[in-house]
């Protein structure tokens, strides 16, 4: 059974960066097919799609956001994190991480999701 849990600071200063880590308990980030993803939700709005990095390293961002996204990760930990720079206040969102299989899978395993707010 696949657990994803997101951690790091709830509060950033303006223009600093957002940095999130999700840690992937039950199977490996390189088991091959999985996709791990980046997701997002502002207060009273939607979802939004942020990116995600495949089982091989391979990373592919939301076009409105990938100048300011970037996507790692550390095998030996289990764990794969977000970077956001230049933060705004409508990067103000609980984010979440996700997993799925394949390029047209639904993202099936979510973590709990951890709300950041910009000052």
């Known amino acids: 059974q696949v657990q994803l849990q997101e951690s790091g600071p709830g509060l950033v200063n303006p223009s600093q960066t957002l940095s999130l880590t999700c840690t992937v308990s039950g199977v490996s980030l390189t088991t091959n097919g999985y996709y791990w993803d980046w997701i997002r939700q502002p207060p009273g709005k939607g979802l939004e799609w942020i990116g995600y990095i495949v089982y091989s390293g391979i990373t592919y961002f939301n076009s409105s956001l990938k100048s300011r996204t970037s996507i790692s990760r550390d095998t030996s930990k289990n764990q794969f994190t977000l970077q956001l720079s230049s933060v705004t206040p409508e990067d103000t969102a609980v984010y979440y991480c996700?997993?799925?299989?394949?390029?047209?899978?639904?993202?099936?395993?979510w973590g709990q999701g951890t709300l950041v707010t910009r000052l």
């Open positions: 996700a997993r799925r299989l394949g390029n047209m899978g639904y993202l099936e395993s």
